[in-house]
């Protein structure tokens, strides 16, 4: 136990160190994220530690997440939502309908050509039905200045009522991936999930009147009880605050709101924490590691291994969908193109297997290092570089490398995960 | 109605363009195919194998071509690919010895094996992108076109032309004989039925004295090829980007488990489901329908069922449906 | 008396656990069939594997031809000319009969028309859809296939482990027939045999092992006449 406080005291000490050396906002930054991506790497762990599935989707529900914050907290758009906005949930239902039909048909009919003939005719229909009320709702919708909307807004509601949201709509996800793909080979998921992950990723980017695709959403309300700086700097009690510890109001303010949301996250984080100890040391938690160490015995013993996984693989999946909701509530903008599957998928596996799969301990160390480690390199990679070739002459060559900086990380990353699949399989604090 | 002009339509923007794909698709999903067999793990690294290949032909091409060496009419790429298939070999057969060997050595669960891939690719990936960085790269020389649509109309009085890319013509040309050699290698010689043996049966491979070594080797070998072959075809027909070629992998693996993992013509008909169905949803049907059609029943709109963007939701949804209605694939792959 | 052709003597070990032979000794002469017979989990087959070199002795020798080739591996006996067809998943099944086959002479570096002419004058059947694919043939015959790839090496033992496991009592009498001819050819047979009967009235020694020990060890004859063997292990 020692040892694994020794360990948190050290990566704290990386972060205290940031702080003073580099500066507190930016060490602030980097926990933030950092924590975040501890609760996503709680979610995985669940996942993996717990029940051994390969998600590789993470991007995909932290995305969903974040359409969760726009769906629920961004300023209404009743123009563009009186445009359209009841025919494009009419379309949807019918499009969730056909396939809900296709399902019926292929279950209650008999196998042949006739079932097959009639889910064909079913999907057709109701497909060219979906199209013929989504298309011209949405070209409403997205007609309605589009410099400023095009979108069919939000409910306007505070971001806290968002993070649930965004659990439930990663959740649901989840369960439709993982009715597909569980059950069969254990790659076959990782294939689904990238998947899937692509497609969320797509659909945020083109579809313009849910989230206005690559022109963004900005300006989401900050969650309770994080003020916004320009108002922290306009109070006049955080005035006195600050001259009372004689520090820059401005500095002080966006420090201020940070460690807010270190707290808020912090909190979240604690949760998630305990239930999921809480979940580990029940009956269920043993159940399903008995199913991950041994399926052939623990399906003998009539345990119901698909509904298992399928359970855990959605409890997995809402959990980073709530931190993906956090995390575009903290960043208060919805930027599509910023989802990259190497950022929000691989390096929270990264995270997961470094600080030990199985152990909800040791995947929040991993988060904490490993997100400390990626972001510090991103603000000091460059100035790295430049002093390692400092001695080169200037050129082209020097350029390239100085520019190079950020990709060093992949390579470094996909090092250390090797490393340690290879040497310590079992992480920095190993499952007990 | 004019049903010539609509077949040229569809000729040119629907058969050539799928059928070029369709054989990038199948290369790359013979890789993964192979590997599969023989390796038994899906390998996450492929998409960065192919890119890493592509990227090793893209300097020896510029090399060529600073010295002034070309193929004339053909890309230059051509001569290059040799260099980037040795390179790209060499590099998986060290990532086999230093990586891979102790997993296999050790019998590990398939899904340790994929993780470890997923590092692979991570290595992978930031090399190409320290190399050559993360921007679009055209390498490609030579005639562009084999027809040009100009001169499909002036030969033909059509009004319609059909275009076919000199790359579209290459990448079908050379898919055919590096298939053709693949099936002739696997079926005829000593070493690629050992290999088949191999991925059927592994202990009795093993009990007829096979070399496992040697197999895995060979396989990578052949592996690093297809994928270098693969990923230097696309780059010339659209063009060279890292992280397409990672994205890549979603369509390589839904061709591959559509033909049924493990099954190597399984792989090359996955791939072109996977490139017809792709090019089909996201084409605008309208000016073929215009053709084909009466004048009264012309349609108004573009006739596209997914926006290209959606392509990656057409491999989505066909893997899909292949694993809820058959998980070994239209071939017999290995078991789900 | 000279030593016999093949032996496994006084072998005690097991699949890393505990033991599951405990001083076993099997032993075929050349051109003789060996059979070993038993109740289940007497360590029949995890005896034939001992000899074939599949698990690690703690204590014995195997000797062949009177060279002790205790520590070489499964491969490395092979080469030495030993045989060996698995009870299950003994075929490439997606592969043809006449490439499993070449298969199993993979090791061979000289022509092996010849042998391959043997296999198929053994067992006509297998010309006859040499074409096919292993997996599509019946189950006698995919066990015809087997003995066949095994033979493929020329071997002077040929290791059967419950070669007609799964199969109808007509196919298993012609499979029987079969392994007769074979060491007609000079071939010693050793096997492992679940039908103790119609198995011991085939063989020159027979060995009755209980709980990875020798129980009962002589002539099959001698043996189906014991009438000890007879009540305990033959149902009378």
């Known amino acids: ?432 | 109605m004019d049903l010539l002009n609509a077949s040229i339509t569809f000729l040119n923007f629907v058969f050539v363009p799928g059928l070029a794909y369709g054989a990038q698709l199948a290369l790359g999903a013979l890789g993964v195919t192979l590997i599969y067999g023989i390796l038994r793990f899906s390998n996450f690294a492929h998409g960065d194998t192919m890119a890493f290949g592509t990227m090793v032909t893209i300097y020896a091409t510029w090399g060529l071509q600073a010295a002034g060496i070309t193929l004339g009419v053909l890309p230059t790429a051509l001569l290059g690919l040799p260099v980037g298939i040795i390179a790209t070999a060499l590099l998986v057969l060290l990532t086999d010895v230093l990586i891979y060997k102790f997993y296999r050595k050790k019998k590990a669960v398939p899904t340790i094996l994929v993780m470890v891939s997923l590092g692979v690719m991570f290595v992978m990936n930031g090399i190409v992108r320290l190399f050559i960085g993360v921007e679009e790269q055209d390498f490609s020389d030579g005639a562009r076109f084999l027809i040009s649509a100009g001169d499909f109309k002036k030969w033909t009085g059509l009004s319609e032309g059909l275009a076919i890319k000199s790359t579209q013509a290459i990448t079908v040309i050379v898919a055919v004989i590096v298939v053709a050699w693949l099936f002739w290698f696997l079926q005829k010689t000593r070493t690629g039925k050992s290999m088949r043996a191999f991925s059927d049966n592994e202990d009795l491979a093993l009990l007829s004295g096979i070399n496992p070594d040697r197999v895995v080797q060979v396989t990578w070998i052949i592996a690093a090829a297809l994928a270098t072959i693969a990923g230097v075809l696309y780059g010339l027909d659209k063009s060279f980007k890292p992280f397409v070629y990672f994205q890549l992998l979603l369509p390589i693996f839904a061709a591959a488990i559509v033909g049924g993992l493990g099954n190597p013509l399984g792989a090359i008909a996955g791939g072109f489901v996977i490139a017809f169905s792709e090019v089909m949803v996201t084409y605008a049907w309208k000016k073929v329908l215009t053709y084909a059609l009466p004048e009264s029943m012309a349609p108004d709109s573009l006739v596209q069922l997914l926006t290209t963007d959606y392509k990656f939701a057409v491999s989505f949804t066909i893997l899909i449906l292949v694993l809820l209605v058959m998980p070994t694939g239209l071939f017999k792959g290995k078991s789900v | 008396m000279a030593e016999p052709f093949l032996i496994g003597e006084g072998m005690t070990g097991g699949y890393g656990g505990a033991d599951i032979l405990h001083g076993c000794t099997i032993a075929v002469e050349k051109g003789e069939i060996a059979v070993i017979v038993g109740p289940n989990g007497a360590g029949k087959s995890t005896a034939m594997k001992a000899v074939f070199g599949m698990l690690k002795l703690r204590q014995g020798h195997v000797k062949l031809a009177g060279e002790d080739i205790t520590s070489l591996s499964p491969q490395d006996r092979v080469a030495k000319g030993m045989g060996f067809v698995p009870q299950t998943h003994n075929i490439f099944t997606s592969m043809t009969v006449e490439e499993n086959l070449e298969m199993g002479a993979f090791i061979r570096t000289d022509d092996f028309s010849d042998t391959m002419a043997q296999v198929y004058d053994l067992f006509p059947i297998l010309k006859q859809k040499r074409n096919q694919p292993a997996g599509e043939l019946s189950g006698g015959q995919r066990q015809q296939v087997a003995v066949g790839r095994a033979l493929m090496t020329q071997p002077k033992v040929l290791m059967l482990d419950e070669p007609t496991a799964g199969v109808s009592p007509i196919v298993m009498d012609e499979l029987f027939d079969r392994i007769i001819e074979v060491a007609r050819t000079g071939i010693s047979i050793l096997m492992v045999e679940q039908n103790a009967r119609q198995a011991l009235e085939i063989a020159d020694k027979g060995y009755v092992l209980v709980q990875g020990a020798n129980r009962f060890t002589d002539t099959g004859a001698a043996l189906m006449a014991d009438p000890e063997v007879r009540r305990s292990f033959l149902g009378g």
């Open chain 1, 1 to 432: 136990m020692s040892r694994n406080l020794a360990l948190f005291a050290g990566v704290a000490l990386l972060f205290v160190l940031t702080g003073m050396f580099q500066s507190w906002n930016l060490s602030l930054s980097i926990l933030n994220m950092a924590l975040l991506s501890a609760i996503m790497a709680m979610g995985v762990n669940i996942q993996w530690g717990y029940a051994g599935l390969f998600n590789t989707g993470i991007m995909g529900f932290t995305a969903l997440g974040g359409l969760a914050v726009v769906l629920v907290s961004s300023r209404p758009v009743p123009e563009g939502w009186a445009a359209g906005g009841w025919s494009i949930v009419l379309g949807l239902l019918l499009g969730a309908a056909t396939i809900a039909a296709a399902v019926m048909a292929s279950k209650r009919m008999k196998k042949g050509a006739l079932r097959n003939l009639a889910v064909a005719i079913i999907l057709v229909v109701g497909f060219l039905a979906y199209r013929a009320v989504l298309d011209p709702a949405v070209e409403a919708v997205e007609a309605f200045n589009p410099a400023t909307f095009g979108n069919i807004g939000g409910l306007g509601l505070p971001s806290l009522i968002a993070w649930p949201v965004g659990a439930l709509f990663a959740a649901a996800a989840a369960w439709a991936v993982g009715k597909v793909a569980l059950g069969l080979r254990s790659d076959y998921l990782a294939i689904a999930t990238l998947g899937i992950a692509e497609i969320v990723i797509q659909v945020l980017k083109n579809e313009d009147w849910l989230t206005r695709g690559v022109k963004n959403i900005t300006q989401l309300p900050r969650p309770w009880p994080v003020p916004l700086e320009v108002d922290l700097q306009n109070s006049a009690t955080f005035l006195g605050w600050a001259e009372r510890f004689g520090a820059d109001p401005v500095g002080l303010s966006t420090i201020f709101v940070k460690l807010l949301y270190a707290m808020l996250f912090a909190l979240v984080l604690l949760f998630v924490i305990w239930m999921s100890e809480r979940a580990l040391h029940s009956p269920w938690g043993r159940m399903m590691r008995a199913i991950r160490d041994n399926e052939v015995a623990a399906a003998a013993m009539g345990k119901n291994v698909t509904k298992r996984h399928l359970q855990v693989f959605i409890i997995g999946c809402a959990i980073v969908g709530f931190a993906g909701a956090m995390m575009t509530s903290m960043e208060n903008q919805m930027v599509p193109g910023t989802y990259n599957p190497l950022r929000y998928t691989f390096l929270i596996w990264v995270m997961v297997v470094v600080g030990g799969s199985g152990n909800n301990w040791g995947s929040v160390l991993g988060a904490l290092l490993i997100g400390w480690l990626w972001l510090i390199v991103e603000s000091l990679g460059p100035a790295v570089m430049g002093q390692i070739t400092s001695v080169m002459s200037e050129g082209p060559l020097k350029a390239h490398l100085i520019d190079s900086a950020p990709h060093m990380r992949l390579l470094t990353l996909g090092v250390i995960l090797l490393l340690v699949l290879r040497f310590n399989p079992r992480g920095l604090i190993p499952e007990k």
